[in-house]
C-alpha cells in the first residue's frame, strides 16, 4: 500500500519529514532551533522527497514510447509506411517532426497539413486504420524493451510514495498489450496508465494528466512532473500547469526542440531524472 510522505516543517525552503529522528538530526545540522541562518551550501531533498524550496511531488507522468519504452522509433517508421503506401509525398523526417506524441488520427491529420495535401474525415480515418492494423502487427514480433533505467525509476519513485503514470498517444489496447510485454505489473511497477482514446483531446492539451490528477485526487498540477521525448510531451506539461517539465533525449526531439517547447530541464537519460526532479535549488 502507498504512504503519502507529507513534509511536517518548512522553514526557509527547508523540508523535514514527519519523523522525528530526522527532524531533530536535520536541526542540529542546519541549527535551526538556535535561529541560526540556512547554510548555502545546504542542497537536495529530505527525505520526503520534497525537493527544497519547492513543493512535495505526489506524481510524475511519463510518457511511454521513446521515453520509457525503447521500440525503436517503430510508431513513426510504420505511419510513415502507411502514408507512404497511400500516395502521399511525405518523408520520414515529415512524420518525425509533427507526429511526435500525438494521439494518432490527429498526428495524420497534421502531417498532411504539414505538406498542405487535402484531405477530409474519410481520409484520416482510412489512414489510421491501415496504421493502426500495421503498428498492431509490428508489435506483436518486434524487439521491444524498457528504457535503461525505467524500471528501476519507477521502483525508487514509488518507494518515495510517489504515483507512477504512463501516458501516451497510444490507443489503451495497444499500450496495455506492451505494458504486458514488458512485464510491467499495475501496483507495482507502475500505478495507472491513461491513453489518448480516454479523453477528449489528446496532446498538446492536458487533458491526460488532468484526468491521472482526478484519478489519485491531486489537485494542485505544482505537485505533478512530467516526462517525454516530443514536443508535445512539453506542451502538454505546461499546459496543465505541472510543476516541472521534463525533456528525455532518448526519443523523437532533440535539446533545443524540447526547450524551445517548454521543457524546464532536458536530460540524456533517465538515470538523471530523480537528481533534476530533487535538486535543490
Known sequence: MLQAHAPEVTREGVCLRATRVTCEVIER??????????PSLIQGYAACGVPCGGPMKKMFV???????????????????????????????EDVLRHCG????????????????????????????????SRLAGAYET????????????????????????LDTGYTEALARHLIARLGW??????????????????RPAPDMI????????IEEASAVVKIGDTIVDMQ?????????????LTGADDRERLL??????????????????????
Open 29 to 38: 545540522v542546519i541549527g535551526l532551533n538556535s535561529g541560526a541562518e540556512r
Open 62 to 92: 511519463f510518457d511511454m514510447a521513446g521515453t520509457t519504452v525503447d521500440e525503436r522509433l517503430l510508431v513513426y517508421r510504420v505511419l510513415f509506411e502507411s502514408l507512404s503506401r497511400a500516395g502521399h509525398a511525405v518523408t520520414y
Open 101 to 132: 506524441g500525438k494521439e494518432k488520427r490527429q498526428a495524420v491529420r497534421d502531417v498532411l497539413d504539414a505538406r498542405q495535401i487535402a484531405r477530409d474525415e474519410e481520409m484520416v480515418e482510412s489512414l489510421y486504420q491501415d496504421f493502426d
Open 142 to 165: 518486434a524487439e521491444i524493451a524498457p528504457m535503461p533505467f525505467a524500471r528501476e525509476v519507477f521502483s525508487s519513485l514509488r518507494g518515495r510514495g510517489i504515483r507512477v503514470v
Open 185 to 202: 505489473r499495475f501496483g507495482e511497477d507502475i500505478d495507472l496508465l491513461v491513453s489518448a482514446d480516454q479523453v477528449p483531446r489528446g
Open 210 to 217: 488532468e484526468l491521472a490528477m482526478r484519478h489519485f485526487g
Open 236 to 248: 502538454e506539461g505546461r499546459n496543465a500547469g505541472c510543476g516541472l517539465v521534463v525533456g528525455v
Open 260 to 281: 524551445g517547447a517548454g521543457a524546464h530541464r532536458v536530460i540524456e537519460t533517465l538515470a538523471d531524472l530523480e537528481t533534476v526532479a530533487f535538486a535543490g535549488g
